[in-house]
């Protein structure tokens, strides 16, 4: 039977991990595109964010979650909710483990509760261009005696190694029914969110540490202009007054280059010229606002 003529499967694979194991990095390389944002800042994530791989007649609905960590605040509980939702009725659990820095304590809790969970189970040992062998062998074979792993992976998200593999892996698991979203369509994030994200990844890359994780994007306006183009504005909130000053910089200067990076990567995903506006808030309360969580496309958590 020629490609054309096999049946179309369709699954759902969810990738969770802790923070910062390289989970968006890796939906990025199975889309073969951009469609979560990605930062060296943990729990860059926040709601679960679907990418849309195919691999020939078989069509796989990532679920990209927030890495799962103990939850503080009113936020973290809804980023930890949101990411084992996205676990529920997967087809196949991604469990993404950075082999270098482990993050043990956050691991841990997170393979106890795998445990329990009935779907199959793969194992990911991510950043295998930077990691040692020898402790990640080690490592592969303790969790693999830990759980029963249907399959244990070694790749790197960053540079594709091994991905394909791992991708045609997945395909063989996913059942047989139609696909869920048409041919061209990468992930099911509204432009909207999508250039809030991109804004915000902005913020974590030229900001680096001078920024705060609890800082959000908020989408004012968006809309078609009559040329085509589209005309963005959107609200970057922060919750001290103090950090305005480093947002904006030196006459300006910080907030224009944020602005000038997240429209040109804008204009390059949406292939239309992006007129992007952009300016700074101070609201303490922020992240006890049901509004700003429903933005971010999470459930509000009591």
Not at 239 to 254: H, M
């Amino acid at each position: 039977m020629s490609e054309s003529e096999a049946p179309t499967k369709c699954g759902v694979v969810a990738v969770i991990g802790a923070p910062n194991a390289g989970k968006s990095t890796l939906v990025n390389q199975l889309v073969g595109q951009k469609v979560a944002i990605t930062s060296a800042k943990a729990q860059t994530t926040r709601a679960k964010m679907l990418g849309i791989a195919l691999n020939g007649p078989v069509q796989m609905i990532l679920v990209d979650t927030p890495g799962i960590f103990a939850p503080r605040r009113r936020l973290d509980r809804a980023m930890v909710s949101a990411a084992w939702e996205g676990a529920e009725a997967a087809d196949a659990i991604l469990l993404i483990v950075d082999p270098i820095k482990q993050r043990r304590h956050e691991l841990e809790p997170l393979l106890e509760a795998l445990e329990k969970r009935p779907e199959r189970k793969i194992l990911v040992l991510n950043k295998v261009d930077r990691a040692k062998k020898e402790p990640l062998l080690a490592l592969a074979q303790e969790l693999g005696e830990r759980m029963a792993f249907e399959e244990i992976y070694f790749i790197s998200a960053l540079t594709g190694d091994g991905v394909a593999e791992m991708k045609d892996a997945l395909s063989g698991l996913m059942p047989e029914g139609v696909w869920m979203y048409p041919e061209d369509q990468v992930s099911d994030a509204s432009e909207r969110l999508l250039a809030a994200e991109i804004t915000r990844e902005q913020l974590y890359a030229q900001l680096h540490e001078e920024l705060p994780y609890d800082t959000a994007v908020r989408p004012e306006q968006y809309k078609t202009r009559p040329d085509g183009s589209l005309e963005i504005h959107q609200q970057i909130v922060v919750t001290r007054d103090s950090q305005k000053p480093i947002v904006l910089g030196k006459g300006g200067q910080k907030i224009k280059a944020i602005g000038a990076a997240a429209r040109a990567e804008l204009s390059e995903i949406l292939g239309v010229k992006v007129h992007l506006f952009l300016h700074v808030k101070h609201s303490e309360g922020w992240s006890d606002d049901k509004e700003v969580f429903e933005e971010m496309g999470l459930d509000w958590v009591k």
